[in-house]
Structures are given as structure tokens and as C-alpha cells.
């Protein structure tokens, strides 16, 4: 079964629910091959599967990013990577468990906005520590969110929603600590609207209360609203990225409306302190050649994932940096502190 095929099998079932056991991607022919082949060679890395920590639960943005990207793995790279979700505590508990891996290259794993840019001051008492605990290896997407309202809704564009910043408005997010919780808190510190958080323990539920009447808005990832929008049950009104997004044409900037309003949610690829350098090479190497990958384009495409301009390690430390600068401020004016 050839990568391209893999690839094929992932677009129509990264979506779907997935069990949480190990699921490893290249199929037996592909593993026998990558044995036999020059890249095994005696002293090779990777001479066995790699196991990629996702600290969050099958199915959700940094599932399936990570699901989509290493599908693009093919003989040349090794035995296989395997995945194995450990969801909880906002991904601390993966992330903590990457941390604490044994630096040899056969444990990697994903780190998020909420791990590494938004838990950092949301959490009191943090079981890690973001740069110092991590070699960060490559930047693997990035993602905005979108601001959305039921069809029928009387509020038909940002502009319409700046109007009602006197009124008391409910928002909708996949959970506290999530990217469309932050970006919320970030939106109504910039315009000073009265907008109440409402979390839920996932996308699905925000949507389904959206589209109940429940709430006013949603702020989530543009992959969560996308399926909504296609089957005309929401109305997005703006997207957070600097420029429109490929999926969503008609869907302006919401920077357009509030200056300065650019969010992204993203997923990065690490491993723990001190990875020996030729494997952060390695590693870093062959995430940029999945990530050029045109299936791997188009898939993201599809679902409103950008790919980064940059993936490189220093890239991603720099980035993390950022985020974790960015969020501070957002997470202590909301109020919101978990020990």
C-alpha cells in the first residue's frame, strides 16, 4: 500500500472517532521495505517505531493534524511512527509525560497553543516547564478560528456584532484554556463587548447549543465550524487570520473590523530535554518534507490549516516565546487560574 494510499484512507477517516489504543500507520509491506532499505542501515535513526505522545483525544484538531502529517511517512523514514493519545488536565498530562521520556528520539510528541502558549499562566502550579523541558523540533500548523452565529441569526456580519457591544452576549468555546476560549477573551478585551464565556467539554456540544438557540456565538477553530457552514446551519461572520482563508473566501479578516485581531491555533512537533542534535536534524528534516507533501496541502486546505511560513526548531522556540508573551496578559484579565 503505497503513502499516497495511506493518505487516502486518512481523508475520509481523520474526522471520525478513534480509539485511544496505538494505531501505527505504515502498513506491513511498507515497514518490511523500510527495513530492508539503506535508511536502516546499522546506527540509522529511526531503527524502530517512534511513539508521538497527542495529548488531547482522538479526533480533535491536534489528532488529526498529527494523524494527517505522519501518514506522509513512507520506507525511507523508518519502521513506522505510532500514535498514542493521552488526553487531560488541558494536554498537561501528555505533555508532562513527553517531558519525562527518555531523550533517544522514540518518544516524540505534539504541544498546542493551550500546552505551550495559553497553560503556562493559566495553571498555577505548571508539572513542566515549556522551553526548558523540551527540544522543540518543527512547527506543524497553524489554524484560525472563526466567529459564528446560527443562520437566522439578525447579526449578519462582524460589524453587526460590534453594534450590540452595550448587550449582554454568550459565547461558546470547546472547553476553558481552548484557542476559541482565548481568542473570545481576546476579542472582547479589544472592543470592551459584554460577552460571557460559556465552556463546554468539546466543539461538538458548543455547536449543537449554537444552533439550539442556546448561545449567541461560537468562537472555535475554523475545522470544527466548516462542516456547519457547508450544510448552511451557521453564518460565520470573520475569520482570525491575517488574510482570508483558501476554504472560506467570502469570510473577511476579522482584523478588518477590530485592528489587530490575528489568532491562530497551532500544533508543533517535540521531543524532550536534550534530544541529541542529529535527531532533532532528523526529525526536523523529514516533518518538513511531509508538510511539502502536495496531498498533505491539499488536505490541509480542505479543512482551513495553514502551513506554517517557517517549521524549523529555532522557528518553533521563537514562536512558543511569542505565544506564551501573547496569552499572559489574556488569561490574567479574565480572571481564570486552575491549580
Given at each position: 500500500?503505497?503513502?499516497?494510499?495511506?493518505?487516502?484512507?486518512?481523508?475520509?477517516?481523520?474526522?471520525?472517532?478513534?480509539?485511544?489504543?496505538?494505531?501505527?500507520?505504515?502498513?506491513?509491506?511498507?515497514?518490511?521495505?523500510?527495513?530492508?532499505?539503506?535508511?536502516?542501515?546499522?546506527?540509522?535513526?529511526?531503527?524502530?517505531?517512534v511513539?508521538?505522545?497527542?495529548?488531547?483525544?482522538?479526533?480533535?484538531?491536534?489528532?488529526?493534524?498529527?494523524?494527517?502529517?505522519?501518514?506522509?511517512?513512507?520506507?525511507?523514514?523508518?519502521p513506522?511512527?505510532?500514535?498514542?493519545?493521552?488526553?487531560?488536565?488541558?494536554?498537561?498530562?501528555?505533555?508532562?509525560?513527553?517531558?519525562?521520556?527518555?531523550?533517544?528520539?522514540?518518544?516524540?510528541?505534539?504541544?498546542?497553543?493551550?500546552?505551550?502558549?495559553?497553560?503556562?499562566?493559566?495553571?498555577?502550579?505548571?508539572?513542566?516547564?515549556?522551553?526548558?523541558?523540551f527540544?522543540?523540533?518543527?512547527l506543524?500548523?497553524?489554524?484560525?478560528?472563526?466567529?459564528?452565529?446560527?443562520?437566522?441569526?439578525?447579526?449578519?456580519?462582524?460589524?453587526?456584532?460590534?453594534?450590540?457591544?452595550?448587550?449582554?452576549?454568550?459565547?461558546?468555546?470547546?472547553?476553558?484554556?481552548?484557542?476559541?476560549?482565548?481568542?473570545?477573551?481576546l476579542?472582547?478585551?479589544?472592543?470592551?463587548?459584554?460577552?460571557?464565556?460559556?465552556?463546554?467539554r468539546?466543539?461538538?456540544?458548543?455547536?449543537?447549543?449554537?444552533?439550539?438557540?442556546?448561545?449567541?456565538?461560537?468562537?472555535?477553530?475554523?475545522?470544527?465550524?466548516?462542516?456547519?457552514?457547508?450544510?448552511?446551519?451557521?453564518?460565520?461572520?470573520?475569520?482570525?487570520?491575517?488574510?482570508?482563508?483558501?476554504?472560506?473566501?467570502?469570510?473577511?479578516?476579522?482584523?478588518?473590523?477590530?485592528?489587530?485581531?490575528?489568532?491562530?491555533?497551532?500544533?508543533?512537533?517535540?521531543g524532550?530535554?536534550?534530544?541529541?542534535?542529529?535527531v532533532?536534524?532528523?526529525?526536523?528534516?523529514?516533518?518538513?518534507?511531509?508538510?511539502?507533501k502536495?496531498?498533505?496541502?491539499?488536505?490541509?486546505?480542505?479543512?482551513?490549516?495553514?502551513?506554517?511560513?517557517?517549521?524549523?526548531?529555532?522557528?518553533?522556540?521563537?514562536f512558543?516565546?511569542?505565544?506564551?508573551?501573547?496569552?499572559?496578559?489574556?488569561?490574567?484579565?479574565?480572571?481564570?487560574?486552575?491549580?
Amino acid at each position: 500500500m503505497s503513502v499516497k494510499m495511506v493518505a487516502a484512507i486518512f481523508r475520509e477517516e481523520d474526522m471520525a472517532p478513534l480509539s485511544r489504543r496505538r494505531t501505527l500507520f505504515l502498513p506491513a509491506a511498507a515497514l518490511a521495505a523500510g527495513r530492508s532499505g539503506a535508511a536502516l542501515a546499522q546506527g540509522a535513526y529511526p531503527a524502530k517505531p517512534v511513539t508521538v505522545i497527542v495529548p488531547f483525544a482522538p479526533s480533535g484538531g491536534a489528532d488529526v493534524v498529527s494523524r494527517l502529517v505522519f501518514a506522509q511517512a513512507g520506507p525511507a523514514d523508518g519502521p513506522g511512527f505510532v500514535i498514542e493519545n493521552r488526553p487531560g488536565a488541558g494536554g498537561n498530562i501528555g505533555v508532562e509525560a513527553l517531558s519525562r521520556a527518555t531523550p533517544d528520539g522514540y518518544t516524540i510528541g505534539t504541544v498546542a497553543i493551550s500546552t505551550h502558549g495559553v497553560n503556562p499562566t493559566l495553571y498555577r502550579h505548571l508539572p513542566f516547564d515549556p522551553l526548558a523541558d523540551f527540544t522543540p523540533i518543527a512547527l506543524l500548523s497553524l489554524q484560525p478560528v472563526v466567529v459564528a452565529v446560527k443562520a437566522d441569526s439578525p447579526i449578519r456580519s462582524m460589524a453587526d456584532l460590534m453594534a450590540r457591544k452595550g448587550e449582554d452576549l454568550t459565547y461558546a468555546s470547546a472547553g476553558n484554556g481552548t484557542s476559541g476560549h482565548m481568542a473570545g477573551e481576546l476579542l472582547r478585551m479589544k472592543t470592551g463587548m459584554k460577552m460571557l464565556h460559556v465552556p463546554y467539554r468539546g466543539s461538538g456540544p458548543a455547536w449543537t447549543d449554537l444552533l439550539g438557540g442556546r448561545v449567541d456565538v461560537v468562537i472555535d477553530n475554523v475545522q470544527a465550524g466548516l462542516p456547519h457552514h457547508e450544510g448552511k446551519r451557521v453564518r460565520i461572520l470573520g475569520v482570525s487570520s491575517e488574510q482570508p482563508v483558501e476554504v472560506l473566501p467570502d469570510v473577511a479578516p476579522i482584523a478588518g473590523t477590530v485592528p489587530g485581531y490575528v489568532v491562530n491555533s497551532w500544533n508543533g512537533l517535540a521531543g524532550p530535554a536534550k534530544l541529541p542534535q542529529p535527531v532533532t536534524d532528523r526529525l526536523s528534516s523529514m516533518a518538513r518534507a511531509w508538510l511539502a507533501k502536495p496531498e498533505l496541502k491539499a488536505r490541509y486546505r480542505e479543512l482551513g490549516i495553514l502551513v506554517p511560513p517557517d517549521t524549523s526548531p529555532a522557528y518553533l522556540t521563537s514562536f512558543i516565546r511569542q505565544e506564551i508573551a501573547m496569552w499572559a496578559p489574556v488569561v490574567k484579565e479574565s480572571g481564570m487560574q486552575v491549580d
